[in-house]
C-alpha cells in the first residue's frame, strides 16, 4: 500500500504558476509509475502527465503539452508538476496517482493508488 498527499494547489491568476507535489509513503516509490490527473466541475477526471519509474519517460496530455512538465526526485519519495502559463481553462481537482505496472500509461484504470487532490483555480 502506498499513500499520496497532494500539496501546491491554489488560486492564481490567468499566466501565473504553480508547482505540485505529490509525497508518497509506504512501499519503495521507485517501483511505481505515476500520473497525474485533473478534474473540473460537472467533467470526467482526465490524464495529465505521467513519468516512468526512473523519470526517463514522460506523456502529456495535448492541451498540457510544452507547457507542464512532470519529474519525481525518487531519493525524496515525490512526483511534482510544473504548471506555468496556466490558463482559466486549467480549473480543476489535481490528482496524483501511482501505477504498479511498468509501462507509462494515461489510463486511469491501470493506476492503483491516488492521492485526495488538490485544488488549482486559475482566474482570467
Known amino acids: 500500500q502506498v499513500q499520496l498527499v497532494e500539496s501546491g494547489g491554489g488560486l492564481v491568476q490567468a499566466g501565473g504558476s504553480l508547482r505540485l507535489s505529490c509525497a508518497a509513503s509506504?512501499?519503495?516509490?521507485?517501483?511505481?509509475?505515476m500520473g497525474w490527473f485533473r478534474q473540473a466541475p460537472g467533467k470526467e477526471r482526465e490524464f495529465v502527465a505521467a513519468i516512468s519509474r526512473i523519470g526517463d519517460i514522460t506523456y502529456y496530455a495535448d492541451s498540457v503539452r510544452g507547457r507542464f512538465t512532470v519529474s519525481r526526485d525518487n531519493a525524496k519519495n515525490t512526483v511534482y508538476l510544473q504548471m506555468p502559463s496556466l490558463k482559466p481553462e486549467d480549473t480543476a481537482v489535481y490528482y496524483c496517482?501511482?501505477?504498479?505496472?511498468?509501462?507509462?500509461?494515461?489510463?486511469?484504470?491501470?493506476?492503483?493508488?491516488w492521492g485526495q487532490g488538490t485544488q488549482v483555480t486559475v482566474s482570467s
Open positions: 509506504g512501499r519503495t516509490f521507485s517501483t511505481y509509475v
Open positions: 496517482a501511482a501505477s504498479l505496472g511498468i509501462i507509462v500509461t494515461t489510463t486511469p484504470t491501470r493506476y492503483n493508488y
